[in-house]
């Protein structure tokens, strides 16, 4: 079992930067053990993937939307994920998840078996 808890998020203007935190508390198997996804909610639209990172951060993979402007970290001694995320735009909006699954690295939604709450990001002109 992982229980996650997002924070961080916000209201900001375009070209801001948040960074969103995620810290988990795991009882059957380490932190190092799950890959972490961040997705994203748009209002009215469904969840999408953001970003990846495997358990020892060997791998990492973003989407086309945010290469370049959002990157994932972890560190596991405090078993907390990151997502910084910088030059912001309006299309980002969203409320954002952090996800974690140990059956290997997927950026499939449906891969993910333990989610949180959510944080909300909000971006405007």
């Known amino acids: 079992q992982v229980q996650l808890a997002e924070s961080g998020g916000g209201s900001v203007q375009a070209e801001a930067s948040l960074r969103l935190s995620c810290t988990a508390s795991?009882?059957?198997?380490?932190?190092?053990?799950?890959?972490m996804g961040w997705f994203r909610q748009p209002p009215g639209d469904e969840r999408e993937f953001v970003a990846l990172i495997s358990g020892n951060a060997d791998i990492k993979y973003n989407s086309e939307a945010v290469e370049g402007r959002f990157t994932i970290s972890r560190d596991n001694d405090k078993n907390t994920v990151y997502l910084q995320m910088n030059a912001l735009k309006l299309d980002d909006t969203a409320v954002y998840y952090c996800a974690a699954t140990s059956r290997g690295t997927y950026t499939n939604v449906n891969k993910y078996d333990y989610w949180g709450q959510g944080t909300q990001v909000t971006v405007s002109s």
């Open positions: 795991t009882s059957d198997r380490p932190f190092n053990e799950y890959t």
